[in-house]
């Protein structure tokens, strides 16, 4: 069996100029290629792990590096992380500083008790993995200019909170099969603009955020992430695949029952069924996302 990988860069409307997206088609391309380069070495989780942190550190998404500010002004980080094969699964919130919120996350799945590590708790266990990072890596003159541009606009009145899917640039994800038949899920994000501090989205909530049980699939979401929550978007598709075997069906069903609820413009899934068959569904205009197997990649948003 050849390792499959499937990523995402967030669904919104990506109304972005050539330059920026490049630079996120890039971003896609060299994540699945550093998924596929970890499963090739190691196991899913390795590859997901992988993926993921490469989108982390590229400031090309909302996650790691390139994470929004909450209304202090601050970047907090939330990530999660699931095994398919032990069902173990590992997460991280409202944490800052850290060089790699999606490997904190995997710390926390196999060196602690523990499912969610948040905020302060979740730095002390940063200090002790060795992954603290210096605060100035998180902050841009672009970053600035945009949430000076967010607080005029919520001081007037025109911010809604569902405003966070027409950013580009979102949560980021990746799902992974590896050659031995096991399945992995993960997600990072930096959350939404102007966010309450202690706020935690869907990213590091199983089920909600990510997914993953070997031998029937595993999914990554993104989008509003109290939708998602509230949705369980990502054990919603797993019930779905289990019930139209299917994982095209399956994201699709998801997505649509959630857009039925909440509305669209709410969110967006990908998901890999355990024969390595990937598939995505979105209720925004676009979604970043890319999948690939050794010598075949495809990106797109």
């Not at 996302?289 to 050794?294: A, L, S, Y």
Request: neutral net charge.
């Amino acid at each position: 069996m050849r390792p499959v990988v499937a990523v995402h860069g967030g669904a919104g409307r990506w109304d972005v100029d050539e330059e920026r997206r490049r630079a996120a088609l890039k971003a896609l391309r060299e994540a699945v290629e550093a998924g596929l380069t970890a499963a090739e070495r190691g196991d899913a989780v390795d590859a997901v792990v992988a993926a993921v942190e490469h989108m982390e550190k590229s400031g090309v998404f909302n996650a790691g590096y390139g994470a929004v500010y909450a209304i202090d002004g601050r970047a907090y980080l939330d990530a999660g992380v699931m095994d398919g094969r032990s069902g173990r699964a590992g997460a991280v919130a409202a944490v800052e500083a850290v060089k790699s919120a999606v490997r904190l996350a995997r710390f926390v799945m196999e060196h602690t008790d523990h499912v969610i590590v948040a905020g302060e708790g979740a730095r002390l266990l940063a200090a002790k993995a060795g992954l603290l990072d210096t605060y100035h890596k998180f902050f841009s003159e672009e970053k600035n200019r945009r949430f000076r541009e967010v607080l005029e606009e919520a001081r007037r009145g025109n911010w809604r909170y569902k405003k966070v899917v027409e950013l580009a640039g979102d949560t980021v994800g990746a799902v992974a099969l590896d050659r031995d038949g096991n399945l992995a899920a993960a997600t990072s994000t930096g959350g939404v603009w102007l966010k309450w501090p202690g706020r935690m989205g869907d990213s590091p909530i199983p089920g909600a955020g990510y997914y993953a049980e070997n031998g029937v699939g595993a999914f990554s979401a993104t989008g509003i992430g109290e939708v998602i929550i509230l949705s369980l978007l990502s054990y919603r598709a797993r019930n779905e695949l289990l019930k139209t075997g299917d994982v095209a069906q399956a994201v699709k069903n998801a997505v649509q029952l959630v857009t039925a609820v909440h509305g669209p413009d709410t969110a967006g899934l990908i998901g890999l069924d355990a024969r390595g068959n990937p598939a995505y569904a979105y209720n925004t205009k676009a979604m970043a996302r890319g999948w690939g197997k050794q010598g075949e990649i495809y990106v797109d948003l």
